[in-house]
């Protein structure tokens, strides 16, 4: 069981060049999420997604996107990378139901990357 | 609006002692969960331990356990007989209904 897994863990971008941040998870979770963590601070959600073909914005979706073909898969592709979105990004993934009940997260290892 | 407050940057305990990490937040909801997570230095994200907020039995998982005040929107983090692997950011985070927020985190540091 291998949980949340990203690739890359580490990169390094030019100003300019896009990318793409892959997730997938193998717990048939229906909630992923995309998160970024900036030194010194909490979590700041940039999307998500409530299940396959429906995706959200979350607090900071600018210069992101995402798509969610599937259940498993969740990736975060960034157009024209600039020197802010240097930070490192968490993918994570829960199972929630209705009525409303929430069981945490499982989160991916995540990916550094600085833009230059 | 929903706001998560850590007003402890950093801590530090020794080994075998108690620690007591702080979290308060703000809502308007009812109904709602809150989580600590523990990020040591390899960043990977880990559930410690979770509260349902309709549940006044605070939760408890082994050395962890909270002291969850609803009126007083408190939430805080026990740890007992602290291990050098404890040494880790702590994160509070409250789930309701359509948030799901992160404190700044508390980076606690276990002395030998």
């Known amino acids: ?116 | 609006a929903q706001t998560v407050t850590q007003s402890q940057p950093e801590m530090s305990v020794q080994e075998a002692e108690t620690v007591t990490l702080s979290c308060t937040y703000d809502t308007s909801e009812n109904n709602y969960y809150l989580f600590w997570y523990k990020q040591p230095p390899s960043r990977q994200m880990i559930l410690v331990i979770r509260q349902e907020a309709y549940k006044q039995q605070n939760a408890t998982e082994n050395r962890f356990s909270v002291n969850f005040q609803k009126a007083a929107k408190s939430f805080s983090l026990k740890i007992s007989d602290s291990q050098l692997g404890d040494t880790a950011m702590y994160f509070c985070a409250f789930a309701g209904t359509y948030k799901y927020i992160f404190g700044t985190g508390t980076r606690l540091k276990v002395l030998a």
Request: with cysteine; charged share 15%.
């Open chain 1, 1 to 116: 069981n291998a949980g949340v897994t990203q690739t890359p863990k580490f990169r390094i971008l030019k100003i300019g060049q896009s990318m793409t941040l892959q997730c997938t998870q193998d717990m048939n979770h229906n909630y992923m999420y995309w998160y970024r963590q900036d030194p010194g601070m909490g979590l700041k959600l940039i999307y998500y997604s409530v299940g396959a073909g429906i995706t959200d914005k979350g607090e900071v979706p600018n210069g992101y996107n995402v798509s969610r073909s599937t259940t498993e898969d969740f990736p975060l592709r960034l157009e024209l990378a600039a020197p802010s979105q240097t930070s490192v990004y968490f993918c994570a993934s829960s199972y929630r139901t209705v009525p409303e009940s929430n069981y945490g997260y499982t989160f991916g290892s995540g990916t550094r990357l600085t833009v230059v």
